[in-house]
């Protein structure tokens, strides 16, 4: 049982973050600077929500500061 959790977290977690790696792609296309390419990999979040907002939150951030 608990296998099977953990794969189909692993399935969520792959399916956000290719949805937070388009959004970093489209604000990179859109001209905002992504810092160290919002450093997913050395971000080692518990959770896969922990990696999306502190990604999301460095974009916002990022966008605030070109306005």
Do not use: W
């Not at 999306?52 to 070109?66: F, T």
Request: with cysteine; proline share 1%.
């Amino acid at each position: 049982m608990e296998k099977e959790e953990t794969s189909e977290y692993k399935v969520i977690e792959n399916f956000y973050l290719k949805l937070l790696e388009k959004e970093v792609n489209d604000n990179l296309k859109n001209g905002y600077e992504v810092l160290g390419g919002i450093s997913i990999c050395q971000y080692d979040g518990i959770f896969p929500n922990h990696k999306i907002l502190y990604a999301q939150a460095m974009i916002k951030r990022i966008k605030n500061g070109n306005e």
